[in-house]
């Protein structure tokens, strides 16, 4: 089959690949000059399957309603007279009612568990070579609210086999030891090796 994919990025570039791989004649296309020049281009890199910590989460409402007052927030809303972005929107808070949270973490983490394999996987057919490190994930909480409402997502990734371990702010430093300065205002943290 003759299949053009509309995106450069990594869901684009993986997707034509996978599709190449299967045998279908594909094309990729971009408004771009080259290849991921948007979001792919400068993300944090990471690729953690115990990040799988939904947006959309009982938390996330209020903090939402936060965020729309403050100059200095992580995201921008702009609404606008779109029926598309309503219902976009509305399909969000649908989904942080807390009865949603166990089903979309489990959802996320088999998808990053996928992810993390079919990486590897192209990773050794390509021979691609780039500084990539396995060291875990550390996270470290200042916020004793914080990190007590985190545990709730880490004990539920617990039960779908994610070894994310609780930490006290020692075992913190004992591993990550450029944090020690900070000792006496963390609370604690999680670590999960991947
Ligand atoms: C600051 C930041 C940090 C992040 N850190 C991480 C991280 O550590 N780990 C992680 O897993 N994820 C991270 N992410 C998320 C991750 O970067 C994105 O989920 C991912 O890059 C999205 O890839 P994509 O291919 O869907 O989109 P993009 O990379 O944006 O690709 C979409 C492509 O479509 C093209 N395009 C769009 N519209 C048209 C059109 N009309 N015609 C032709 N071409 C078009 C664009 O030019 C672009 O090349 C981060 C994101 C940000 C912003």
């Not at 684009?12 to 948007?38: C, F, K, N, Y």
């Amino acid at each position: 089959m003759k299949v053009a994919v509309l995106g450069s990025g990594i869901i684009g570039t993986a997707t034509a690949w996978w599709l190449a791989q299967a045998g279908h004649e594909v094309v990729v296309v971009d408004r771009e000059s080259g290849p991921a020049q948007e979001t792919s281009r400068a993300n944090g890199g990471q690729i953690s399957v115990s990040y799988s910590e939904p947006w959309a989460n009982p938390r996330m409402p209020l903090r939402l309603l936060k965020w729309l007052l403050s100059d200095n927030a992580p995201i921008s809303f702009r609404p606008r007279m779109d029926m598309r972005q309503w219902a976009w929107g509305f399909a969000f808070l649908r989904e942080c009612l807390p009865s949603r949270l166990a089903p979309n973490i489990r959802a996320m983490v088999a998808l990053s568990e996928y992810s993390l394999a079919t990486l590897k996987q192209m990773r050794a057919e390509l021979g691609i070579e780039y500084h990539h490190l396995e060291r875990g994930i550390l996270n470290f909480y200042q916020d004793p609210a914080e990190f007590d409402l985190s545990q709730d997502a880490a004990d539920l990734m617990r039960d779908f086999g994610v070894d994310r371990r609780v930490l006290t702010a020692d075992e913190v430093i004992q591993i990550e030891p450029a944090l020690a300065p900070a000792r006496a205002s963390i609370v604690g943290g999680d670590y999960t090796a991947e």
